[in-house]
């Protein structure tokens, strides 16, 4: 029991630092934006079209943002990229306060995408190479938990905020990330020294460098699909249940609510689950469970489907984004984690970039949001099966049998 309190006493610098940059990240760089669009609308700073816009211009930076993420925390430090990161966009969601040319608001939604990106890359790789390896399940879990915080605020607190004034949940939501930035700097600077044991006996397990890198590849593989099959939730969701399906704003908001209830539990709930099943099973189940769950409006839409949807959904947004680093982490070990993050980040934006734009333009062609949920039902479908593809040791096993094979038959001829 003492060991145990030992360890978590050890754990709460990493996780703090993971779960600030996992919620300042997406959590409110990203998601309260989606909450903030409509009264951006209403009080004509910009039209719908153009507000769209700017949410697509978050997602542009983030692809920057990932593909020099590695880079830039190697040049000039992960605390210095982090505090960097905070900063910045705090000081988006302070100039965004006031009504301003389109050009303004774009420049500032890049930048926050881009600083978002090198939250979710260097902030959780840090946070993991700080922790011991049988401690990682559980912190790699946990500090993905941002995400979910994100969402559920953006679902509850914003509307709260914006009857006293749109400013003002501008300024809040800076002041939120100042506050979460300094709590992220401050445990950045109790963590630990880089945690090497166990690292060496994975480096050294029995599998070709072909095998690992043809296993990383899958898992991004795997991520990707995942960043392109969430879309429909993240994107239409509210819009498809309250005019294509008829129940109006009101039980369209209590979903989008129960979403990000979702995205705050689901962490957790992974947290108890890989320790038992591993962190490739784990993904697997992720993936598949996902995938029902963004083909039940196909099905209907009373309201316990469309709760499971949400909640389901909703959980396995930062739930899949965990399990993806936990297995990176697992698969290639900590040293190699931060860039090959980097790499899943990458992909990850990219996807969602031209998901979204690929499936805005097939749903107003069918004049439905249907197709789009069969689509990416199916893409999570094959998701699964990459996640459950990218084996290392079967690959080792696969090659050495192919060996054999040729051994025998050239010893048979």
């Given at each position: ?80 990229t982090l505090a960097a990161s905070f900063g910045i966009t705090a000081l988006s969601f302070l100039a965004c306060a006031h009504a301003a ?186 993936l598949l469970i996902k995938a029902l769950a963004v083909g039940l409006p196909l099905i209907a839409t009373g309201v316990w489907l469309r ?107």
């Open positions: 029991m003492a060991q145990t309190t030992r360890h978590q006493g050890l754990d709460i610098p990493a996780i703090v630092v993971g779960l600030a940059s996992t919620l300042v990240g997406i959590g409110l760089a990203r998601f309260a934006y989606t909450a903030l669009i409509p009264p951006v609308v209403a009080a004509h700073w910009f039209t719908t079209s153009a507000a769209v816009y700017l949410g697509a211009a978050n997602l542009l930076g983030y692809f920057i943002g990932a593909i020099s993420a590695h880079a830039v925390s190697e040049r000039f430090g992960p605390r210095a040319p389109f050009a303004w608001f774009f420049f500032w939604r890049v930048l926050s995408g881009l600083t978002g990106a090198w939250l979710m890359v260097v902030g959780p790789a840090t946070a993991l190479a700080a922790t011991s390896p049988d401690r990682r399940p559980v912190v790699g879990c946990l500090m993905f938990t941002g995400i979910g915080m994100g969402a559920l605020l953006s679902a509850l607190v914003v509307p709260t905020l914006l009857q006293a004034g749109l400013w003002v949940a501008w300024i809040v939501l800076g002041t939120l990330t100042l506050i979460a930035g300094t709590a992220g700097d401050i445990a950045l600077y109790r963590l630990p020294s880089p945690s090497g044991d166990g690292d060496a006996e994975q480096t050294n397990a029995p599998v070709s460098n072909s095998a690992v890198r043809w296993a990383v590849a899958l898992v991004i593989g795997a991520y990707a699909g995942d960043a392109i099959g969430f879309v429909p939730h993240t994107v239409f969701w509210v819009d498809y249940l309250a005019r294509e399906a008829g129940l109006g704003m009101a039980a369209a908001n209590v979903q989008w609510a129960l979403f990000g209830l979702g995205a705050m539990i689901g962490p957790l709930i992974i947290r108890l689950i890989v320790p038992r099943a591993g962190w490739q099973a784990s993904l697997i189940g992720g709760s499971a949807s949400s909640i389901a959904v909703g959980a396995l947004v930062p739930g899949v984004v965990a399990l993806t680093s936990g297995r990176l982490a697992e698969i290639a070990g900590p040293a190699e984690h931060k860039r090959l993050w980097g790499q899943a980040t990458a992909a990850f934006a990219l996807a969602q970039a031209i998901a979204g734009y690929g499936l805005s333009a097939l749903s107003t062609a069918a004049d439905s949001y249907r197709p789009s949920f069969a689509i990416c039902a199916a893409i999570l479908l094959l998701a699964c099966i990459l996640a459950w593809r990218a084996d290392p040791a079967r690959q080792q096993r696969q090659h050495a049998h192919r060996a054999s094979a040729s051994r025998h038959s050239a010893d048979g001829r």
